[in-house]
């Protein structure tokens, strides 16, 4: 009785969600995006879309040339969520199961008389019953792997897609290996598998022969180690981790690529990562702020450092300091957001501290701001996630940017991810047309602000402007600015 785990992965979930729920999709090449636009890439594609060669990562242009006929659907994460739940207690209803893999896979873990091959088999069999059971369509498969160890059963449970069942014993280790590709592993992706490579390790067939001292130098770790057990069966306790960081990141849609638009999801991304940090008893100690330009392979990148604090006006103020350093590139000439517009934004709260481990406020200013977020908090979780929110996040959610997303390793809170606010827009919308004209009103404005401001900041003849820092970029800053240098040096 070498079998200790049966391992579900729900079948291009995302995708197949989109076709259990309309029937015009079903049997169709399907790909669920983040936003609807050629820029983006593929989060998730169909069965019938992954025969033409569209999968996870693909970009949206790539995946027209190979697949003309393929549909594209604005990702649901609520929807996903409400199914992997539905999964999770029919799964439940055959056998108890271990924590979610991820949305899309869990882990099952056998014990006694469960261990045995016909068992563990009719047990799979169970599941996938299950699920046409409770009416979710067929277009909705699981695979399932079976093996002694948990990495085994996942491998396993790609080896046969879709709605696949396959069974490793101890016995048909290492050659059931064999066919696979180096890439086929979890924890082998492009840059070990060059590693690997220059390690002299070609195949898998290779990679199996190859002591465990050659793979943990090939890793260049304990890591290396720990892939020979698993490898060979051993069932390898997983290693605990320590929260890092929080952060979110966004493509921006065409409406949003201009440095207004990118400040409101920036803004909107931070409110959303300081609640995370609160809601999960962290401080941070830094914040790391990222934009990609369109036609530029150069970022906008700032490195901040500062007392460990959770408060979202304290983070969003160091935020607008930073931002406005852009601004001025912008008011000046030297960034043309008409040439370069943003592409994506990115920022992440870093240096972890539990709140436990960091002494309290002492400043009343401090305190004041610390109480302003609890509340914010507590109106959020009780009416809906940005049910109140601050003025500069106003443009991010009337456009319904960086809604929730859901990460390949965890499972988000739709209480604490999902935006209310703008599906409350959208339904005033919908019944008077109140909230459109408010937002073609409050463009207009802004054009009219932008230019006003813009004529008055500009240098006069008799003291033309003089750049200063590296490349002219901008001298010090208030926080940081001797240590945090931009990496553009061309604006």
């Given at each position: 009785?070498?079998?200790?785990?049966?391992?579900?992965?729900?079948?291009?979930?995302?995708?197949?969600?989109?076709?259990?729920?309309?029937?015009?999709?079903?049997?169709?090449?399907?790909?669920?995006?983040?936003?609807?636009?050629?820029?983006?890439?593929?989060?998730?594609?169909?069965?019938?879309?992954?025969?033409?060669?569209?999968?996870?990562?693909?970009?949206?242009?790539?995946?027209?040339?190979?697949?003309?006929?393929?549909t594209f659907v604005l990702a649901r994460p609520?929807?996903?969520?409400?199914?992997?739940?539905?999964?999770?207690?029919?799964?439940?209803?055959?056998?108890?199961?271990?924590?979610?893999?991820?949305?899309?896979?869990?882990?099952?873990?056998?014990?006694?008389?469960?261990?045995?091959?016909?068992?563990?088999?009719?047990?799979?069999?169970?599941?996938?019953?299950?699920?046409?059971?409770?009416?979710?369509?067929?277009?909705?498969?699981?695979?399932?792997?079976?093996?002694?160890?948990?990495?085994?059963?996942?491998?396993?449970?790609?080896?046969?897609?879709?709605?696949?069942?396959?069974?490793?014993?101890?016995?048909?280790?290492?050659?059931?290996?064999?066919?696979?590709?180096?890439?086929?592993?979890?924890?082998?992706?492009?840059?070990?598998?060059?590693?690997?490579?220059?390690?002299?390790?070609?195949?898998?067939?290779?990679?199996?022969?190859?002591?465990?001292?050659?793979?943990?130098?090939?890793?260049?770790?304990?890591?290396?180690?720990?892939?020979?057990?698993?490898?060979?069966?051993?069932?390898?306790?997983?290693?605990?981790?320590?929260?890092?960081?929080?952060?979110?990141?966004?493509?921006?849609?065409?409406?949003?690529?201009?440095?207004?638009?990118?400040?409101?999801?920036?803004?909107?991304?931070?409110?959303?990562?300081?609640?995370?940090?609160?809601?999960?008893?962290?401080?941070?100690?830094?914040?790391?702020?990222?934009?990609?330009?369109?036609?530029?392979?150069?970022?906008?990148?700032?490195?901040?450092?500062?007392?460990?604090?959770?408060?979202?006006?304290?983070?969003?103020?160091?935020?607008?300091?930073?931002?406005?350093?852009?601004?001025?590139?912008?008011?000046?000439?030297?960034?043309?957001?008409?040439?370069?517009?943003?592409?994506?934004?990115?920022?992440?709260?870093?240096?972890?501290?539990?709140?436990?481990?960091?002494?309290?406020?002492?400043?009343?200013?401090?305190?004041?701001a610390k109480a302003m977020s609890a509340v914010?908090?507590?109106?959020?979780?009780?009416?809906?996630?940005?049910?109140?929110?601050?003025?500069?996040?106003?443009?991010?959610?009337?456009?319904?940017?960086?809604?929730?997303?859901?990460?390949?390793?965890?499972?988000?809170?739709?209480?604490?991810?999902?935006?209310?606010?703008?599906?409350?827009?959208?339904?005033?919308?919908?019944?008077?047309?109140?909230?459109?004209?408010?937002?073609?009103?409050?463009?207009?404005?802004?054009?009219?602000?932008?230019?006003?401001?813009?004529?008055?900041?500009?240098?006069?003849?008799?003291?033309?402007?003089?750049?200063?820092?590296?490349?002219?970029?901008?001298?010090?800053?208030?926080?940081?600015?001797?240590?945090?240098?931009?990496?553009?040096?061309?604006?």
């Amino acid at each position: 009785m070498t079998l200790r785990c049966l391992f579900v992965d729900f079948d291009s979930f995302f995708a197949s969600v989109e076709q259990h729920d309309s029937e015009a999709l079903r049997g169709k090449p399907v790909a669920v995006v983040p936003v609807a636009t050629d820029t983006t890439c593929c989060l998730a594609a169909s069965a019938e879309a992954k025969r033409h060669g569209v999968k996870t990562g693909t970009g949206v242009r790539e995946a027209k040339e190979r697949c003309p006929d393929i549909t594209f659907v604005l990702a649901r994460p609520a929807r996903y969520i409400e199914m992997h739940k539905r999964f999770m207690d029919a799964i439940e209803d055959c056998i108890p199961h271990g924590e979610a893999a991820s949305i899309d896979e869990v882990p099952c873990y056998l014990i006694g008389r469960e261990r045995k091959r016909e068992n563990a088999v009719a047990i799979a069999n169970n599941i996938k019953q299950r699920l046409l059971d409770l009416g979710i369509s067929p277009s909705m498969t699981c695979s399932i792997g079976i093996a002694p160890n948990k990495f085994l059963a996942k491998t396993a449970s790609d080896m046969n897609k879709p709605n696949g069942l396959t069974v490793i014993e101890q016995e048909d280790l290492p050659h059931a290996l064999h066919p696979l590709a180096l890439r086929d592993f979890c924890g082998i992706g492009p840059s070990m598998e060059a590693r690997l490579h220059h390690a002299g390790i070609e195949t898998t067939e290779q990679l199996c022969a190859t002591s465990r001292e050659q793979l943990r130098r090939a890793w260049g770790s304990v890591e290396g180690e720990r892939f020979w057990y698993q490898l060979r069966g051993f069932d390898v306790p997983e290693r605990a981790r320590v929260r890092g960081s929080i952060g979110h990141s966004h493509v921006l849609g065409p409406e949003l690529r201009s440095f207004e638009g990118a400040r409101a999801v920036l803004f909107k991304l931070l409110a959303k990562a300081a609640m995370r940090l609160r809601h999960e008893k962290f401080r941070a100690g830094g914040m790391a702020i990222r934009i990609r330009f369109v036609g530029r392979d150069d970022r906008f990148e700032r490195d901040l450092q500062f007392a460990p604090i959770d408060d979202t006006p304290a983070l969003l103020a160091m935020l607008g300091e930073q931002l406005e350093r852009l601004r001025k590139k912008m008011i000046s000439g030297r960034w043309r957001p008409s040439r370069h517009p943003p592409l994506s934004v990115a920022v992440t709260l870093t240096g972890l501290e539990a709140v436990s481990s960091v002494s309290g406020e002492l400043m009343p200013d401090r305190g004041r701001a610390k109480a302003m977020s609890a509340v914010l908090d507590r109106i959020n979780q009780r009416y809906g996630n940005n049910a109140l929110y601050f003025g500069a996040m106003q443009e991010a959610l009337a456009q319904g940017a960086a809604p929730m997303r859901i990460p390949f390793s965890t499972i988000p809170d739709v209480a604490l991810e999902e935006d209310i606010a703008p599906q409350r827009q959208r339904d005033a919308s919908d019944a008077s047309g109140a909230v459109e004209l408010w937002r073609l009103r409050e463009r207009q404005f802004k054009v009219l602000a932008e230019n006003t401001h813009r004529e008055a900041r500009k240098p006069k003849p008799s003291a033309p402007h003089k750049p200063s820092g590296t490349g002219g970029w901008g001298g010090k800053s208030k926080q940081n600015d001797d240590t945090q240098p931009v990496t553009w040096d061309l604006f």
